[in-house]
């Protein structure tokens, strides 16, 4: 995944295009409606309407965590 976008704190920020890849998901409809349903966190920073970027330690803590809860309710 080239091209991750870093601040000088180290914090590696995923625009829209990286977040799909990383989920591996095509469809932009796919990632909206993920979001609202809570699987996954609302974007870090919002640039504009259409450009977000999310925190990617934040997206798989995230992720992690809705797993461990799944887990722990079978």
Do not use: C, F
């Not at 809570?38 to 803590?61: H, M």
């Amino acid at each position: 995944m080239p091209d991750l976008i870093q601040d000088n704190g180290g914090i590696v920020l995923l625009d829209t295009k990286q977040l799909k890849e990383l989920l591996m998901i095509k469809g932009g409809a796919t990632l909206w409606r993920y979001l609202k349903e809570g699987k996954l966190p609302q974007p870090t920073i919002n640039i504009s309407r259409t450009k977000r970027l999310w925190d990617k330690a934040e997206v798989l803590s995230h992720i992690r965590e809705k797993t461990e809860v799944k887990n722990d309710l079978q």
